[in-house]
């Protein structure tokens, strides 16, 4: 696995190399596909619907919200969408990309983390 970064989806694109992906759920508010200047949507290792709204970006939650994404992450659906995130990265720096404002407290930084951890970068 390459490099493994997280940025926000309304970022322009500062390394024409690197694979941008955006790993949201749904689509960002206010944002054509043009201007997300995308190269794949990865939508299905988002966390569900379920665990996206228990925690509302609360930070007090991050810790536990963190934990019970890597359990939906063994799932089998987001197992498979993960296996597909991660084919056809090659030597790419890979940048996964949300709308979340705060990217410290977020799903692409947990999903950062296990990428790297599957890598043996940690």
């Known amino acids: 696995m ?45 966390p569900s619907t379920e665990l996206r709204r228990w925690y509302g970006h609360a930070p007090e939650r991050f810790g536990d919200f963190a934990r019970r994404y890597r359990a939906e992450l063994d799932e089998p659906e987001r197992a498979e969408a993960l296996r597909d995130l991660t084919e056809g990265v090659g030597g790419r720096r890979l940048i996964l990309l949300t709308a979340t404002r705060d990217v410290t407290i977020s799903h692409a930084t947990v999903l950062a983390e296990v990428l790297r951890s599957e890598a043996g970068d940690d």
Request: glycine letters at 4%.
């Open 2 to 46: 390459p490099q493994v970064e997280v940025g926000r989806v309304y970022d322009p694109r500062t390394d024409p190399a690197a694979l941008r992906v955006l790993v949201d759920r749904v689509w960002p508010r206010g944002l054509s596909k043009d201007r997300a200047d995308l190269d794949r949507w990865c939508r299905d290792v988002a």
